[in-house]
């Protein structure tokens, strides 16, 4: 059975994360939901090892709670001179009480002694699409760059401001959110997904 793609659950509360992907997927006729929209839906316990371990299991959870198909994502920092941290404990790095700032900050001092030729990093992004019948898709990005000695920038959103891209001489804090959207890791991710839905589309109307 093929994944129905009129109507889709985005599991996430984020609403910056919510916005970034309706946005990205506005010349769709996917009518997106977010699960602001189904408060009686618990978070989900993301306690992967990998980033497609936590997608998978946070869209199969919605999708088969919801009967619709869900869309997850699970994302973060990897710090190469960190031997890969935060990773899939971006959102969680320096313990539950941390917010944004303080975990950008945390990260900037465990890495104070570290050069510049050696503070490379990559945002990660893994997509899981998920039917209520359990079939499924995964979608990875991936963006290079390299922290910051000081945050610049107030957009965006975690560790954006601290992130440098190279290619365009700024962070990702610095960026307006649709120059953001053309290269990021979610948009990366999220361009394979758009090409999925439109290789789908297209099936299903020479199918017809």
Known sequence: MSIQLDKIVVATRNSGKFIEIKKLLQETDIKLLSLSDFPEIPEVVEDGATFEDNALKKAKFVASSLGVTALADDSGLCVDALSGRPGVMSARYGGP?????????????????????????????VMALVAPDGEQRLFRGVCEGRILDE?????????????YFEEFGMS?????????????????????????????????????
């Open 172 to 208: 990702f804090g610095e960026m307006d959110l649709d120059t953001k959207n053309r290269v990021s890791h979610r948009a990366r991710a999220l361009k394979m997904f758009a090409d999925f839905v439109e290789e789908s589309v297209k099936s299903k109307a020479s199918q017809g």
């Open 151 to 163: 945050p610049r920038g107030t957009g965006g959103f975690g560790y954006d401001p601290i992130f």
């Open 97 to 125: 009480n941390c917010n944004d700032m303080r975990r950008f900050v945390k990260l900037l001092e465990e890495m104070k002694e570290i050069g510049a030729g050696h503070r490379t990093a990559s945002f990660v992004c």
